[in-house]
């Protein structure tokens, strides 16, 4: 995807009920405190280290704690929803008669048992039946209406230097493996990947009766393997301006005769003289590879493509197979019950329908009223710490506040709920999936050639996300963050500053991390900077990116410092101007101990206790390969060890482990 979203949070708890009244509650978690380990030696060990030490993951899970993990019961409500609304009759065309009769087909594993393999055989005859590349294209463009991003992959989106648009962007595509490096690699722990994945592939084959299945996998791979070496990096891709190529229809059709853009274009049913290229030598090689590769060779790409787009909506066996390959990549050893997947799936394709129930039944409004109110002492605090800083000029300053003051706050939920323009049956699961897809395809490609629509979200609103988007200038939390552990509306302040207030300053942040610091306060990718000044700006951004790559996570494995620079920026920043803004409350400027813990170490506190998490190492290692974001001992420790103000609140002293002078400590925004 094209669109750069920067994403801190994906899931959370159990929320509050509109009927909720101030409960009595405990917000430090003594118990998980580790006193033996000084909070400047390790302060993420400090706050966490007692319960990591004997929290146990599920088996069918790859983690456990806050972050992502806290996903678990927020499913489980939308799936009480869900419950609900398949056993009630609800009118045809109706939110609830969608949801529900979507949840209920998922959940008729004896019909989808029986039909085996049997949706996808009119597609793998299709694939048969393919002569040319001109028919083989073809096919890849239908496939791309439902899903199926093959060899091909775009989206619909801003211009880059002119936001008031939208434009298609296409970008690099056709490898199975997490990322590029993946086929390369030849640690242990990556050919283990590569063997699982071949493995997977020709599990796949054998089920729909291919003799030569195992062949056939080597086949695949060696395509998607040349496909890789044609690949940017992720740290690449980070590069904005160098993922960004405008260019005219007439001249890629006539560079890359092979793909065809003009038909390509016309079959996807893209009206445009224009696209952006965002990796062109993806497509240079691509271009060339469908006159080297067989075409025979092409058909069984193609077929091991579908099979893998759609594996998830057949039977067990296929579903199965998808499950062992991810289990060499997460460690999870038993899969998820039925009703969360299905759940999942529901909240992915038909979200802003069954969010309407969710909100109806389970936000508080009152969360999103405290809420605004942080996200504009927040936007106080940045601003004033702009005008201090050091290292800028004035001229850029007064751009900077601009594009702060410029921001788009949305939270909560939508203003205008969108709507989905299919019939559910609640006896044909693959089916339903297969319209959604359509109608999202067509609800994207409506885009196209108009300005954008600022009504629309990224995530649904019961997830636990925030994020932001630089081409719409906005900040965006949905109600599912707006619980504990990042915001509880009977909690003290230190606790929401330093939980929610953290998570706000950083997505503020992201609009003047490396990437953010592009886009100008209308979208635009431009420069707003003196020259000086952004020379100094991409000084501190190395800064962050040398210290990180310093952190072991497993064995000899580091951070990736130049893929996470981003987060690792928001982060650092995100603390600062939290602290700042508590700083301005009426506790925040007193002593007063609550739990036995000062105002400013109770900020802390809930610093490291939203990032309590702890994980499979499987599921790190890819993590650590694939994440723009530090793992969580990392986005406690490093910003920490950058910011005076905790070294004063818990007596940090030289010769602690994670002590850093004052001259060595990191200071961006």
């Known amino acids: 995807m094209k669109r750069i979203l920067y994403c801190s949070l994906v899931a959370l708890t159990i929320v509050s009920c509109k009927e909720q009244e101030a409960p009595q509650k405990k917000y430090v978690d003594a118990a998980g405190i580790d006193a033996s380990t000084k909070p400047g030696n390790n302060f993420f060990r400090y706050v966490n280290g007692t319960w ?3 929290a146990k993951i599920a088996a069918d899970q790859v983690g456990v704690g806050s972050y992502s993990f806290l996903n678990i019961p927020q499913k489980l409500l939308l799936q009480n929803i869900l419950e609900e609304a398949s056993k009630a009759t609800g009118a045809e065309g109706s939110i609830e008669q969608k949801v529900g009769d979507f949840y209920a087909s998922g959940m008729d594993t004896v019909g989808i048992n029986q039909r085996g393999f049997e949706p996808i055989k009119p597609m793998l005859t299709r694939i048969d039946a393919i002569k040319d590349r001109s028919t083989l294209m073809n096919f890849v463009a239908d496939e791309l209406k439902v899903g199926d991003y093959s060899i091909i992959s775009f989206d619909i989106s801003p211009d880059n230097e002119n936001s008031s648009i ?6 690099q595509a056709g490898i199975g493996l997490p990322d ?7 640690d242990s722990s990556s050919l283990a990947i590569q063997d699982a994945y071949k493995k997977y592939i020709a599990t796949l084959f054998q089920l729909t009766g291919d003799s030569e299945a195992s062949k056939n996998a080597d086949i695949v791979y060696d395509i998607e393997k040349q496909l890789a070496t044609s690949h940017k990096t992720r740290i690449e891709r980070r590069d904005v301006k160098a993922n960004y190529h405008n260019l005219p229809v007439t001249g890629i059709n006539k560079k890359q005769p092979n793909i065809g853009w003009v038909d390509l274009l016309k079959n996807l049913g893209l009206d445009t003289d224009t696209v952006d290229i965002a990796q062109p030598a993806y497509f240079e090689k691509l271009n060339a590879m469908l006159t080297s590769v067989p075409i025979d060779h092409w058909k069984i790409y193609l077929k091991a493509s579908s099979m893998t787009s759609y594996d998830d909506i057949l039977s067990k066996p296929f579903e199965k197979a998808s499950f062992e390959y991810n289990k060499a990549l997460s460690g999870q050893s038993t899969e998820k019950p039925r009703a969360q997947v299905i759940a999942d799936a529901v909240d992915r394709q038909l979200g802003f329908a069954l969010s309407q129930l969710y909100v109806k039944k389970y936000f508080n409004e009152d969360a999103k009223k405290r809420a605004l109110e942080l996200v504009n002492n927040l936007t106080k605090a940045f601003e004033n710490r702009i005008n201090q800083l050091d290292w800028m000029s004035d001229s850029t300053k007064l751009k900077a506040k601009e594009k702060l003051n410029a921001i788009t706050k949305k939270i909560g939920y939508p203003d205008v709920w969108r709507e989905y323009k299919v019939k559910i049956d609640r006896s044909k699961y693959f089916e339903n999936v297969v319209a959604l897809r359509q109608d999202e395809y067509q609800y994207q490609i409506g885009k196209l050639n108009k300005p954008p629509y600022k009504q629309d979200w990224e995530t649904t609103p019961p997830t636990v996300t925030a994020y932001y988007n630089p081409s719409f200038n906005e900040i965006v939390f949905p ?9 509880d509306l009977y909690a003290d302040d230190a606790i929401n500053y330093g ?4 998570v706000i300053g950083h997505e503020l942040t992201h609009a003047f991390d490396d990437q953010g610091a592009q886009f100008d306060k209308d979208g635009n990718v431009k420069n707003w900077w003196t020259p000086a000044d952004y020379e100094k700006f991409k000084a501190k951004t190395q800064q962050v990116i040398d210290l990180y790559s310093t952190f072991t996570v497993l064995d000899s494995v580091h951070v990736k410092g130049g893929l996470t620079v981003g987060e690792n920026t928001a982060d650092n920043g995100g603390v600062a101007i939290a602290y700042d803004a508590f700083k301005l409350t009426k ?11 000062t105002p400013d170490q109770r900020f802390f506190l809930s610093v490291a206790r939203i990032w309590r998490v702890k994980t499979r190492d499987e599921f790190l290692r890819t993590y650590i390969n694939t994440n723009p974001h530090s793992p969580a001992m990392w986005r406690v420790n490093g910003p920490l060890m950058n910011f005076g103000p905790f070294y004063k609140a818990f007596n940090v002293q030289p010769g602690e482990k994670n002590y850093k002078s004052d001259s060595e400590r990191i200071k961006i925004w």
Do not use: C, E, V, W
């Open 52 to 54: 990591y030490d004997t």
């Open 166 to 171: 939208n434009i298609a962007h296409f970008s």
């Open 180 to 186: 590029r490096d993946y086929y390369f690699k030849t």
């Open 479 to 487: 109600a599912g963050i707006l619980q504990y552990p990042y915001f």
């Open 499 to 502: 939980g929610i207030g953290m």
């Open 587 to 597: 506790q925040g400027q007193d002593t007063t101990k609550i739990d036995g813990f």
